[in-house]
Nanobody, 124 residues
């Protein structure tokens, strides 16, 4: 059983930056794909970015390209999401998720394990 714990959310002004972390316990991320999703009130959960643990291959939602960066730290068994140039529309609860294998997934249903989420609020 993998347990994922997100941290790093908070309140930031538009144009600011935040760095989210996703730490795994119970099992390493080796052999997994790790993704970040977000969900705003009244909206469906949407894909943000994903990374393959073994190769470090990344993929981003269009709105995240150029502003967000997903990365991993093998030694710490942690995945990060660096978010720059934040906008009020980035306000949401951000979740990390993992799935076994090496194929990138952009839909929530293909992920097996989820964290509890961390709130990101961007004020205008």
């Amino acid at each position: 059983q993998v347990q994922l714990v997100e941290s790093g959310g908070g309140l930031v002004q538009a144009g600011g930056s935040l760095s989210l972390s996703c730490a795994a316990s119970g099992r390493t991320f080796r052999g997994n794909v790790v993704g970040w999703f977000r969900q705003a009130p009244g909206k469906e959960r949407e894909f943000v970015a994903t990374i393959t643990w073994s190769a470090g291959s990344t993929y981003y939602a269009d709105y995240a390209k150029g502003r967000f960066t997903i990365s991993r730290d093998n030694a710490k068994n942690t995945v990060y999401l660096q978010m720059n140039s934040l906008k009020p529309e980035d306000t949401a609860v951000y979740y990390c998720a993992s799935r076994r294998g090496t194929i990138i997934g952009t839909t929530p249903r293909v992920y097996d394990y989820w964290g509890q989420g961390t709130q990101v609020t961007v004020s205008s």
